[in-house]
């Protein structure tokens, strides 16, 4: 079974009042104590974002590890054939889209996934699984980036959150850049399995994901089924 959990927005990276998503990730391994890691690279493996992961992770029921690519870099393939979940952080998708494939990571992780690895993120850690991304990486608008494509079609984080992103997806429906967006608001993650939205996986209140289409000159939200973690 392959997974893919995207995060709207949310999680260790911000606050550490609640682990609910983090745990969530963790059971969808199924094992006892999963072992899973952490890459920041959107960051430039910023060190305090490091720490809040060790600092959150630490105290759940797992084995947590992360890769930098600024300092000495573990052996990519080794470590990541033993993991059974990754988790990717935001930042700059499209400058950790170039490091990754100069070092054949996005190969490493491709395998991983269709293994079963359970792949995770948000922000940047969310859009890189799919076709294209709605991104802020470069210049002054929202653009549209191909990923790695793990999962058909295209993803807008934030999407509650900042308020380009409803009117940024609209224009790329209308010009017909997209046929559709999976847009995820933050304190939501959306939770495909084989690269089918399974469910939304509210972490937070009133948060949701949806299929944003286009219906003549009206935007149309769907609503896929929820799960919500005990908020």
Wanted: glycine share 8%; with cysteine.
């Amino acid at each position: 079974m392959r997974q893919v959990i995207a995060i709207g927005g949310g999680g260790f990276g911000r606050t550490q009042e609640s682990n609910l998503i983090e745990q969530y990730i963790l059971d969808q391994t199924s094992k006892k104590i999963p072992k899973i890691c952490f890459i920041p690279t959107a960051t430039g493996d910023l060190d305090p974002y490091v720490v809040n992961f060790y600092s959150v992770f630490t105290k759940l029921n797992c084995e947590p590890s992360h890769i930098s690519f600024f300092k000495r870099t573990i052996d990519l393939q080794a470590h990541i054939q033993n993991q059974d979940a990754i988790f990717v952080g935001g930042g700059n998708t499209k400058s950790m889209l170039a490091v990754w494939r100069d070092w054949g990571l996005d190969l490493i992780l491709k395998d991983a996934y269709d293994r079963g690895v359970v792949m995770s993120g948000v922000s940047a850690g969310a859009i890189c699984w799919f076709e294209a991304g709605l991104t802020d990486s470069w210049a002054s608008d929202l653009q549209m980036m191909k990923c790695m494509d793990f999962i058909p079609g295209n993803c807008a984080p934030h999407y509650d959150e900042e308020p380009e992103r409803r009117p940024a997806t609209k224009r790329f429906l209308e010009n017909k850049s997209i046929d559709f967006m999976y847009g995820i608001e933050g304190g939501a993650a959306l939770h495909f399995i084989d690269e089918i939205p399974n469910s939304t996986i509210q972490f937070k209140k009133n948060k949701n994901a949806y299929k944003v289409t286009l219906d003549g000159d009206n935007i149309l939200e769907s609503p896929y089924k929820s799960m919500n973690l005990k908020i």
